[in-house]
Structure formats: structure tokens, C-alpha cells
């Protein structure tokens, strides 16, 4: 079992930054990848930024050179810096690991104003 606790969510007007973390707990062995979702009401999960066991990430088009995925070299924290940010960023952002199994955290909210 995997636990993950999000943390780092707010509001913030157009054009700033935010850092939200990912700290996983339980057996963090089994994870191979470690990701950022966000959902607006109304609208699917999106995938926006992941990081496999390798190192390598990935991001969805909409935030490439503006956010920017990390992890602790112990492998148990995940980040998302995220700079330049628009109104549209605006959702609930969920930390997600998978192993096994798909693993999920509470959600964070972020809020940016125009």
C-alpha cells in the first residue's frame, strides 16, 4: 500500500508560481512512476507532468516549459514547480503513483487570478 499526502496548493495571481509536493509513504518500493493530475468540475482528469522510476519526465503540452517535475533523490517526495501560471492552470491538482496498483492523493487546490 502507498500513501501520498499533497501539500503546497493556493492561490496566486496570473504570472506567479507555486510548488506542490508529494510525500509518499508505505511501500514506496513498488512504485515505477509518480505523477501530477488536475480536474476541473465538469471536466476529466488530465495528466500533467510525470516522472518515472528512470528519471525521465513527461508533461502535457499545455504546461511544457512552464512547470517543472522533481523528486528527492530518496525517491519519496515528488514536485511540481509551476511558474508563469495562468487562470486556466486553475483546478484541483492530485498526486498519483503507480506500481501495482494506481495510487492517488487527497487533491490540493490551485487558484490563479487574472
Known amino acids: 500500500q502507498v500513501h501520498l499526502v499533497e501539500s503546497g496548493g493556493g492561490l496566486v495571481q496570473a504570472g506567479g508560481s507555486l510548488r506542490l509536493s508529494c510525500a509518499a509513504s508505505?511501500?514506496?518500493?513498488?512504485?515505477?512512476?509518480m505523477g501530477w493530475y488536475r480536474q476541473v468540475p465538469g471536466k476529466q482528469r488530465e495528466l500533467v507532468a510525470t516522472?518515472?522510476?528512470?528519471?525521465?519526465?513527461d508533461y502535457t503540452d499545455s504546461v511544457r516549459g512552464r512547470f517543472t517535475i522533481s523528486r528527492t533523490n530518496a525517491k519519496n517526495t515528488v514536485y511540481l514547480q509551476m511558474n508563469s501560471l495562468k487562470p486556466e492552470d486553475t483546478a484541483v491538482y492530485y498526486c498519483?503513483?503507480?506500481?501495482?496498483?494506481?495510487?492517488w492523493g487527497q487533491g490540493t487546490q490551485v487558484t490563479v487570478s487574472s
Open positions: 498519483h503513483a503507480r506500481g501495482v496498483n494506481d495510487y
Open positions: 508505505g511501500s514506496i518500493f513498488r512504485i515505477n512512476a
Open positions: 516522472i518515472t522510476r528512470g528519471g525521465s519526465t
